[in-house]
């Protein structure tokens, strides 16, 4: 039990911390695509996603010397130089860039509107892009743990809480964000900083998190009290609705 000190366990518990703050993204991004499945399909697929996460971010910390290497210059063009990090942080940022304004096209004008009022998704399909976002945000997560601890149990048990706490959590946010339109397209928005943050790494732009995460908590708060507001006043119109019937008004 030596190894269970003081300092160790304030270790734990920042990193914990941070974590849980850092997977912030990762839920909301994984809220709203397991949206597009059969409700009997949500819960399944949002465990899955997280329990791949944290596979990964285990296995990544089992590598903690092959991920010191990934800072390492791989491209050089015309002096510029690129690490494999900054490659997994270009491509998982148009991802999510990519990813997110597909999903606010659906959601104002395309397959959310269908007769189903859900977009054609698969479960497999849905796990794929899961899978594909968690890996860049396992990376990232992994990178702050390596450069914040040294023992790699602090790290493991870290990563194993955080990835607990949103298992807890993670379907009441999921069903809290489908309940209200406005928070789904504030949460979009903020896939499409975070987005836009990790291509800017990736470039080498250095972006304080805090300041990102601050807006982010700045802008939620203001939309809680625009939902407190709107519980005790009439229902907001319906915008689509009306335009529709606008259109087929004039049709006719």
Same mark, same amino acid.
């Given at each position: ?113 269908g007769p189903d ?17 968690? *890996? $860049?945000?396992? %990376?990232?997560?992994? /990178? =702050? @743990? +390596?450069? *914040? $601890?040294?023992? %790699?149990?602090?790290? /493991? =048990? @870290? +990563? ?44 080498h732009f250095h ?46």
């Amino acid at each position: 039990m030596e190894f269970i000190t003081a300092d160790n366990l304030i270790s734990l518990l920042t990193l914990t911390l941070l974590e849980i703050v850092l997977g912030i993204d990762n839920i909301i991004f994984i809220s709203i695509i397991v949206a597009r499945l059969p409700v009997d399909q949500q819960d399944k697929a949002r465990k899955l996603g997280l329990t791949l996460a944290l596979v990964m971010r285990v296995i990544l910390l089992m590598f903690v010397s092959w991920i010191a290497q990934l800072t390492n210059p791989l491209i050089n063009i015309f002096g510029f130089e690129l690490s494999g990090r900054d490659l997994i942080m270009l491509a998982g940022g148009l991802f999510l860039l990519a990813k997110s304004t597909m999903e606010i096209h659906n959601k104002l004008e395309g397959e959310e509107h269908g007769p189903d009022g859900k977009g054609k998704a698969t479960f497999s399909n849905i796990i794929f892009q899961i899978i594909l976002l968690d *890996l $860049v945000f396992s %990376l990232d997560s992994v /990178i =702050t @743990a +390596v450069g *914040l $601890v040294k023992e %790699l149990w602090v790290m /493991i =048990t @870290a +990563v194993m809480i955080s990835i607990g706490v949103m298992l807890i959590f993670a379907k009441a946010i999921g069903e809290f964000i489908d309940r209200h339109p406005t928070v789904k397209m504030l949460a979009l928005s903020f896939l499409l900083m975070v987005g836009m943050v990790l291509f800017a790494e990736g470039l080498h732009f250095h972006v304080e998190k805090g300041y990102v995460y601050t807006a982010m908590a700045f802008s939620m708060l203001v939309e809680f009290l625009n939902i407190r507001l709107r519980k005790k006043s009439k229902p907001p119109v319906n915008l689509r609705r009306d335009t529709v019937g606008v259109y087929e008004a004039k049709e006719k």
